[in-house]
């Protein structure tokens, strides 16, 4: 069936350094991928999504490239802010329905000033 | 602004009681979810629906019942509650199509006690 695997349960950084989550899955089929985003105390909210393989997604100074060669959809930002402090989620949508949706277990990030 | 709402925000629940948990959209989406979030487990799917009169089994069943009545509503219900099922629940609607986003409401906190 279809996953989603990031192994990072956690990534902390500092106000201006490159943040780098990995996201690797596994699909048989012609997946969207999207990345989520999920505040203290609210619901995951759409970061970005992208439809074709071989083509970047971007919203909010994040990119993500969807990589269908080594089955890759990792999140980048060049300079993180305190309030990107949240967890996110890679996630995978495949065939019909809306229903084959997967979601990753989520890295959380923490960003100090 | 379309929106998914759920009630209440936060429950306090007796073991054995009958809990219900409500969400309306006003995205016009035919798909509604219920997930539950748990340290450690992510965000796991409990039932959805395709569109008004319609529930489905998710991944995690057991336990709950859901309602679908109309296109805005979707209920949740715990007709025996138990402590396991302590949890923070997020309602999500979506159109159809895997390549549809997701709208997720803010979470309803339960406690069952």
């Known amino acids: 069936g279809n996953s989603v695997t990031q192994m990072q349960g956690q990534v902390t950084l500092s106000e201006e350094e490159f943040l780098f989550i990995n996201c690797t899955y596994s699909?048989?089929?012609?997946?969207?991928l999207f990345w989520y985003v999920q505040y203290p105390g609210e619901g995951p909210q759409l970061l970005l999504k992208v439809t074709t393989a071989n083509n970047k997604g971007s919203s909010r100074g994040f990119e993500a490239t969807y990589d269908k060669g080594t089955t890759s959809f990792h999140l980048q930002k060049a300079s993180v802010q305190e309030s990107d402090s949240a967890v996110y989620y890679c996630v995978l949508g495949e065939g019909t329905g809306g229903y084959k949706v997967v979601f990753g277990s989520g890295t959380r990030l923490l960003v100090s000033p | 602004e379309a929106a998914v709402t759920q009630s209440p925000r936060n429950k306090v629940a007796v073991t054995g009681g009958k809990v219900t948990l409500s969400c309306n959209q006003t995205?016009?989406?035919?798909?509604m979810y219920w997930y539950r979030q748990d340290t450690g487990h992510g965000l796991r799917l409990i039932h959805y629906s395709y569109g008004a009169g319609s529930t489905e089994k998710g991944d995690i069943p057991d336990g709950y019942k859901a309602s679908r009545p109309s296109q805005e509503n979707f209920s949740l219900i715990l007709e025996l509650a138990t402590p396991s099922q302590t949890s923070v629940y997020f309602c999500?609607?979506?159109?159809?199509?895997?390549?549809?986003?997701?709208?997720f409401g803010s979470g309803t906190r339960l406690l069952v006690i």
């Open positions: 995205n016009n989406h035919n798909n």
């Open positions: 999500a609607s979506g159109d159809l199509g895997a390549n549809s986003d997701y709208t």
């Open positions: 699909t048989t089929g012609y997946p969207t």
